[in-house]
């Protein structure tokens, strides 16, 4: 059994130094560097437009720099395109996967490598086969090389990717928020997997927001801000405090979560009423309220219902039974305008597929659920739509080039904010808010749960749906449990802990309203 090796006292395999990059007159990256080793897990982190992205393009060979030197093994290279940075054993693990679901795993973790002797000559089948299953059994993954990849899930894939990453003889692997769509179990797999490819020597550089994954894996700590080295942490001397501060510039601990009203506003009149509703797909109706001025999260495990449960509340998927009212009156939306009339409105959990258009600007976006309202003689009323969208802009604290901007420049954080603003100028009454921060950094994350409170505070409903035990007890005043589409339970926030809410998300633990 060969001894982990020690990353401390290896060699530098890959040293980046002084590398800049500027995009049409912003600059992207400014004197930038970072060391990776044998055997060594680094984690790259810092805000949403902090250069991390940038600075993997290049290592990928997808952009070069403007400036500054990288060295492999000691010596300088320049990468001309994706395939000098293969032959050099640097992979890239993007978020979106980049695999051919119509082709079979064999096919995929040989895509663009078929040559066996030359260019010309495709691999025989029998020899893709045998080569992939060895590569899966590396993995874990039980799977036969001629499945489908379309057939498999999100964790199947990511192994999938690792496979292929394999199969060029991988020395430094690049994995960009590998867990964002992985479930608890696929998650704790590929953690198995990044140690075992740990301890063979391979370099990984692990990129996330997620800081209890970092402070579990990683040796090193590298943080960027604003396109500049912000400091690095070795994992020992590592604190959640630390990190944030390096990656925000100021220190937010004891202010990340915004004060909440004490008591909760139990008082306050119901909004939304919600009785013995079955939504599509549940086993059981769903009993519950939400206050004026209340956040009122829910909680539960990968495929609780908790996102089938808003779709039918904002008219996606019609209810199957049961009832609501809203303030009062009937409230039974057939499509999600039924209950935008009623000033109910939904920030979706994909907000890039759902939640946006992307390739319009931000003003576009901003009016374009009440495009109505800005139709002047039967012309669109620029003028009004500029001014109301400037105010979300400046009321979010938003950071944009221009009105005109497209969204899909704009970091996650910002196009949150984005879907936040377009809501709040049509003066909601009940918003929902689908994994809000999901894909945001530490930084956008206090912004934005600051945002969420003061709507609270201005008497806006908030049903907010989240997976991070952390964010749903720090922002909510109630949560609902769910579990196999049921409600297990709503627990006052003075009750709250993390021990008590995973009881009832994982057993089925009742807990009175």
């Not at 992207?28 to 805000?47: F, K």
């Not at 943080?223 to 990656?247: H, S, Y």
């Not at 899909?408 to 954080?413: R, V, Y």
Request: aromatic share 4%.
């Amino acid at each position: 059994m060969t001894a982990d090796p020690d990353p401390d006292h290896a060699p530098d395999l890959l040293v980046m130094h002084g590398i800049g990059k500027r995009f049409a007159g912003v600059t992207a990256l400014s004197d930038v560097s970072l060391t990776a080793r044998p055997g060594e897990v680094l984690a790259l982190m810092g805000e949403n437009g902090a250069g991390k992205s940038t600075l993997m393009k290049i290592l990928g060979g997808v952009q070069p720099p403007d400036g500054g030197e990288i060295r492999i093994d000691g010596q300088a290279v320049t990468f001309g395109d994706v395939g000098d940075t293969r032959r050099c054993g640097i992979i890239l693990i993007h978020q979106e996967l980049m695999l051919a679901p119509n082709l079979d795993i064999a096919a995929n973790v040989f895509l663009g490598a078929e040559g066996k002797r030359n260019w010309m000559a495709p691999l025989p089948r029998g020899e893709a086969y045998e080569r992939t299953a060895k590569l899966l059994a590396r993995v874990g993954l039980e799977c036969a090389p001629s499945t489908l990849v379309g057939s498999l899930s999100v964790g199947q894939r990511q192994m999938v990717e690792i496979a292929r990453a394999l199969s060029h003889s991988a020395r430094i692997i690049v994995m960009d928020e590998p867990t964002a769509a992985l479930s608890a179990d696929e998650s704790k797999r590929l953690f198995a997997i990044i140690r075992q490819l740990r301890s063979e020597g391979v370099a990984i550089i692990y990129i996330s927001h997620r800081m209890e994954e970092v402070m579990d894996l990683s040796d090193r700590i590298l943080v960027l801000r604003d396109g500049r080295n912000a400091g690095e942490l070795p994992r020992a001397e590592a604190t959640t405090d630390k990190i944030v501060a390096l990656m925000v510039g100021r220190d937010l601990s004891g202010h990340y979560f915004p004060p909440r009203p004490d008591p909760p506003p139990a008082g306050r009149e119901t909004l939304l009423e919600v009785h013995d509703l079955t939504v599509p797909g549940a086993p059981a109706g769903l009993t519950f309220n939400v206050r004026r001025g209340e956040i009122l999260g829910f909680a539960g495990l990968v495929g609780a219902g908790r996102t089938e449960l808003a779709q039918t509340i904002f008219g996606v998927t019609p209810a199957r039974g049961g009832s609501m009212t809203l303030d009062g009156r009937a409230f039974a939306p057939r499509r999600p305008r039924d209950a935008i009339n009623r000033g109910v409105y939904l920030a979706p959990e994909d907000r890039k597929r759902h939640g946006l258009v992307l390739p319009m600007s931000v003003a576009q976006n901003t009016s374009l659920p009440d495009v109505g309202h800005y139709n002047r003689w039967g012309w669109l009323d620029r003028r009004t739509e500029r001014r109301v969208a400037q105010a979300e802009v400046t009321r979010m604290a938003t950071k944009t080039p221009t009105l005109d901007t497209a969204v899909a420049t704009l970091s996650g954080g910002n196009q949150q904010k984005v879907v936040l603003g377009k809501w709040l100028a049509m003066r909601p009454r009940l918003l929902i808010l689908d994994e809000p921060t999901r894909g945001i950094d530490v930084g956008a994350r206090a912004e934005i749960y600051r945002h969420i409170a003061a709507l609270a505070d201005q008497g806006i409903a908030i049903l907010m749906i989240s997976s991070d035990l952390e964010e749903v007890m720090g922002l909510s005043d109630r949560v609902a449990v769910m579990r196999e589409r049921r409600l297990v339970g709503i627990v006052e926030r003075a009750a709250l802990s993390p021990e008590r809410l995973g009881a009832m998300m994982t057993a089925a633990v009742k807990v009175a309203a």
